[in-house]
């Protein structure tokens, strides 16, 4: 039995009845996806034969190494974005943006206000919170919804798929092994093409073909905040959304200079300054200069209840990428990765494009990006790791095709799907004529940049 544990076909077939397992019990039983996770990498343990007391500490491995890193990173974003939520943060983003873009251009300033307010904020949080901004402005200009509503959308979305500190590039990143710092810059890089030519100028042919009416939801709520001396200044809000950015480019500039001979690597000064820009210390200083800044207007008892209230719903997101690192550990102890790596040798597949494939064939199986990422990238972490040749770009490159094949196709079974419908009180047909291939668009540019960086760089 043991012989047969180890062998190649074997651990494939289990890989196979997991991922099958996984689909099944969070798709047709509605198990949750941390339940589901848990349950099945503790299977696949037991049936690759893992000695039963190797089999908890595999798991514990993975599940604790993913979330030493993604817990602190997605916990410090979350209270940053709620802070800048609850001032006003995105109201005073957008108006100030439309202001200097003028009315043509409100659609190109509200996606490029969601840009910079996607950088500390999950998704679906900040479409709720620019929802009745989108709505006022078209109510105010005309035309559809969708116009200024589907770049704002695209934005959070290529935010939240491809940069820090959101859960599933950093995941992605422990689990390959990529630089944080880097990941940031190359995200940022690819995030911004892919949001223009994905989501704004898709948005706006959108606007000229599907003229929904405005969301009742939304009619009413026109203004957010009462008191416009209450909101904080533009400034404020640009200098705290850009402050972690800066703290964490000045770790990879430095290193890069040093790598360089230019700087000494080894200066105490430069050390320091190194650990300043790494993303969880950039991330805490960020967060002291918001309770700083907002502390005299609001005072702290309401700014550590805000804190408080950011981290409740974020829970069931760093459990499940904390058990798809569990998943990954299993897999890495099993051997499944090592087999996997050695099929894919002999298929001549590259692997930017292995990785992107399994991340699609996840991500429309069982419809949660984050499942599809942090599984992918368990599988694909043994095959990376045997890869000779990889830089520390193609390390990026290969957690952005993850994640472009978690994007792409968001049907029936994404949350996202359902939340970007009821909110725009769009049909199913219409959502998947708007949504879906704009989402199938993002991924796919992301993955085409990455995958043609990676073969000339």
């Known amino acids: 039995m043991e012989q047969l544990a180890h062998s190649p076909t ?12 996984l689909l099944v019990l969070i798709m047709k039983l509605k198990v949750h996806a941390f339940a589901s996770l848990t349950l099945v990498s503790f299977g696949t343990a037991l049936a690759t034969g893992i000695p039963a007391e190797k089999v ?37 983003l957008a108006d100030t943006l439309i202001g200097r873009f003028g009315e043509q ?22 479409l709720i919170v620019m929802m009745p901004i989108l709505f006022s402005v078209a109510k105010r200009f005309g035309g559809s919804p969708l116009k200024y509503a589907l770049p704002a959308a695209g934005a959070f979305a290529v935010m939240h798929a491809f940069v820090p500190p ?21 995200g940022l890089l690819v995030a911004i093409p892919t949001w223009y030519l994905g989501a704004y100028l898709f948005g706006l042919y959108c606007g000229e073909k599907f003229n929904i009416p405005l969301s009742k939801a939304f009619l009413n709520t026109e203004v957010m905040f009462k008191d416009p001396s209450d909101l904080p200044k ?38 320091f300054l190194r650990m300043l820009g790494k993303t969880p210390i950039a991330l805490l200083i960020t967060l002291l200069v918001c309770l700083t800044t907002f502390a005299g207007k609001y005072g702290m008892s309401k700014l550590e209840k805000l804190c408080t209230d950011a981290l409740a719903p974020i829970c069931a997101v ?97 949350s996202g799907f359902w939340l970007v419908s009821r909110l725009l009180e769009m049909d199913e047909k219409t959502t998947l004529k708007t949504w879906t291939v704009m989402e199938t668009l993002l991924g796919s540019i ?12």
């Not at 251009?105 to 900040?126: E, K, N, T």
Request: hydrophobic share 60%; aromatic share 6%.
């Open 10 to 21: 074997y651990l494939l077939l289990i890989a196979a009845c997991a991922i099958l397992a």
């Open 105 to 126: 251009r409100a659609p190109l300033a509200l996606g490029v206000a969601s840009l910079m307010f996607g950088f500390p904020i999950f998704f679906d949080a900040g």
């Open 234 to 271: 533009f400034s404020t809000v640009l200098l705290i959304l850009v402050l972690p950015v800066l703290l964490i480019f000045m770790d990879t500039g430095l290193n890069t200079l040093a790598v360089a001979g230019m700087i000494d690597g080894q200066n105490p000064l430069v050390g």
């Open 318 to 414: 760093i459990l499940v990428t904390g058990a798809g690192g569990m998943f990954g550990g299993v897999l890495r102890a099993s051997g499944i990765g090592q087999a996997l790596a050695d099929v894919l040798a002999h298929t001549g597949m590259p692997v930017i494009v292995a990785a992107f494939v399994i991340s699609t064939c996840l991500r429309v199986a069982q419809g949660s990006a984050t499942v599809a990422l942090t599984t992918t990238a368990a599988l694909m972490a043994p095959i990376v790791s045997q890869t000779t040749g990889l830089s520390e770009l193609d390390l990026c490159f290969i957690v952005i095709a993850i994640a472009g094949g978690a994007t792409v196709l968001s049907h029936f079974n994404d």
């Open 56 to 92: 908890v500490p595999s798991m514990m491995s993975g599940f604790g190494g993913t979330l030493a890193s993604v817990a602190l990173l997605v916990g410090l974003g979350a209270m940053i974005g709620k802070i800048l939520e609850v001032t006003g943060g995105a109201k005073v």
């Open 446 to 457: 992301a993955f085409i940049i990455v995958a043609t960086l990676s073969f000339i760089l």
């Open 166 to 186: 959101h859960p599933g590039p950093v995941a992605a990143a422990e689990l390959l092994g990529a630089d944080i710092g880097l990941l940031l810059v190359v």
